[in-house]
């Protein structure tokens, strides 16, 4: 199969041009399934900066990922069309070029019927792509995978941040807050209510010590129920994983989930009706072993196995 990646069964992995999964580098997503884009911008975070090189961290070692899904009995590429188009032209220090860069660029993504998958950088991109996402499908739906809710007002007495995204996200009207759903927060706290403030902005966040009582199946359940059949868009922090297993990141919190329940639990979302994702906060000066930036090519890797999965039915 032409489309497959190189296989290391004949190409050393070392061999490549740093593309995702050693992809083609496409210019353009006409008449593709997916693109994937890195949108290496860091300078909205709060704690520890340097996701602007996680793009970068999660291209290099996806090389080690091979294109059959064993668990879902689906490989990616026998169905699905896409490539690796290369970052965004963000402007480091400056959040609104960035935004305009972004936003563009998921358009683009878009308008050509493709389907953006962003690399990140930090958790404030996320508002730049759903302006562009709530402009073709008007207010989407959300599942966040995340420790922290991002729901600030403000950080720094200021409205764009790596943890207000979601609050600019709801006043600008991209998200349906009825089919939103945020998972895995946890953490101290500055306001003890912080965790109601979502229920109070119409939203549900289920947190970290819920899910440990509720269990995972009632929590797959709780997210489908929540987005039902509406175009949805994923975002994944990878805080949402323990630092344990995922270091590599700015604002850490301990007592999260492991890397094989964030596998598991994007596996088990089979049946929604994407129309972007992104995964952000992968910091690789903090990372070991490159393991948060595996486990991220991995999360992306499952959310593409959907996408063949739901391909391949409609075939
Ligand atoms: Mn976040
Ligand atoms: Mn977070």
Do not use: W
């Not at 902005?201 to 269990?215: E, S, Y």
């Not at 995922?246 to 007592?255: C, F, I, L, Q, S």
């Amino acid at each position: 199969m032409s489309n497959q990646p190189a296989s290391a069964l004949s190409s050393p992995r070392f061999c490549n041009m740093g593309t995702f999964m050693r992809m083609p580098h496409i210019q353009s997503a006409k008449g593709l399934d997916f693109a994937i884009a890195g949108a290496p911008f860091d300078t909205a975070s709060s704690f520890r900066s340097g996701s602007r090189f996680g793009p970068h961290a999660i291209r290099s070692i996806s090389c080690m990922m091979k294109p059959n899904n064993v668990i879902q009995q689906v490989n990616i590429m026998d169905s699905l069309t896409g490539g690796d188009m290369g970052d965004f032209p963000i402007v480091p220090g400056y959040i609104h070029p960035s935004y305009a860069a972004i936003e563009a660029g998921v358009a683009g993504i878009l308008s050509d019927g493709a389907l953006p998958i962003v690399l990140g950088g930090d958790h404030s991109i996320t508002l730049a792509e759903l302006r562009a996402v709530a402009k073709k499908y008007g207010p989407v739906a959300l599942i966040h995978f995340d420790s922290h809710s991002d729901l600030c007002d403000e950080v720094f007495g200021e409205k764009y941040n790596h943890g207000t995204p979601f609050r600019r996200a709801l006043e600008e009207g991209l998200i349906d807050p009825a089919h939103c759903i945020q998972v895995g927060m946890r953490g101290s706290l500055y306001d003890p209510n912080e965790h109601k403030i979502a229920a109070e902005l119409g939203m549900k966040l289920i947190p970290a010590h819920i899910i440990r009582k509720m269990g995972l199946d009632a929590l797959i359940a709780a997210m489908k129920e929540r987005v039902g059949n509406k175009p949805c868009f994923l975002t994944f922090d990878i805080d949402f994983v323990d630092p344990a297993y995922a270091p590599g990141t700015g604002t850490p919190e301990v007592g999260g989930f492991t890397s094989l329940e964030a596998l598991e639990l994007i596996r088990s979302l089979t049946d929604i009706n994407f129309v972007g994702f992104d995964i952000v906060e992968v910091l690789p000066a903090y990372d070991h072993g490159e393991i948060t930036a595996y486990l991220a090519a991995n999360i992306v890797f499952e959310f593409l196995s959907i996408l063949a999965l739901q391909k391949s039915s409609q075939n």
